[in-house]
């Protein structure tokens, strides 16, 4: 007869508990790494500002201005034509854009720059 030599319990499972966590070590790492991966692959579209997307008043004022370049009320001078001009360059008429959005986009622009006090400024 053979004789079995008996083993403890915890002996036996130590390595299948062992085993067991490199195992969700090794899953956990894998899905991480693809989840990373996704999130690199992913579009810029968070890095993209937005623009004013509302109507527009019936006489322009310094608040909707500032809407429209995408800047504060009180935005230095420079401020104010640098937004003019990335704004500008995307909404251009000879780049496909409106000629109605392009003067309210000068008009805020002269709303900004203080150059234009009252009444509506726009050719429409």
Known sequence: M???QSRDTSEMVAPLIAGMAVAAAAYAGRYSIRAWQVFKARPPTARVRRFYEGGFQPSMTRREAALILGVRERTPLEKIK???RRVMVANHPDAGGSHYLASKINEAKD????KNKGGSGSAF
């Not at 709303?111 to 203080?114: D, F, G, P, T, V």
């Open 82 to 84: 640098e937004a003019h």
């Open 2 to 4: 053979h004789q079995f």
């Open 111 to 114: 709303m900004m720059l203080r």
